[in-house]
């Protein structure tokens, strides 16, 4: 059994390759599209749009990081603003049909790998996986 600095590292690599797969998802859905990107359509899909003010907060990026990527976003026909009901002068991002459509054949894809790894695992090794992540991130 390894010990704690050895499962430490082992955690790190295998973490930085599940980041390097989640790029290559983000790849999938368009070949310009970076893994930030991909995490703001995803947070637009979850919140059902939001003020790009917002979307600062949530990932700890700088207003104009997160105007590049709602630039191409919007460029890529993945993404519109539209007028805040409640403030006129303010403007909510929300996926395009386009951009639904794309995000979904991503998760479809993801959501096949996923089952494909993890085909022989028991719902108990399932269960205790997913615990396991739930706790690390809720640390966040």
């Not at 368009?30 to 790009?52: F, Q, T």
């Not at 002068?89 to 998760?107: E, K, M, N, P, W």
Request: with cysteine.
């Amino acid at each position: 059994m390894p010990d704690r600095d050895e499962s430490l590292e082992i955690i790190q690599r295998e973490l930085t390759a599940f980041a390097r797969r989640a790029r290559a998802a983000a790849a999938r859905l368009h070949p310009e599209l970076s893994l930030v990107s991909y995490a703001l359509l995803a947070h637009l899909e979850d919140s059902d749009g939001c003020r790009p003010s917002a979307l600062a907060e949530q990932f700890l990026l700088n207003k104009s990081t997160i105007s590049r990527q709602v630039t191409t976003l919007e460029e890529l026909g993945l993404v519109e603003r539209r007028t805040d009901p409640g403030d006129q002068r303010a403007h909510i991002l929300h996926l395009t049909a386009g951009g639904r459509a794309a995000l979904g054949q991503v998760s479809d894809h993801r959501r096949a790998a996923f089952q494909e790894r993890l085909a022989d695992w028991t719902a108990e090794d399932l269960a205790r996986f997913a615990g396991y992540l739930l706790r690390y991130n809720d640390r966040a």
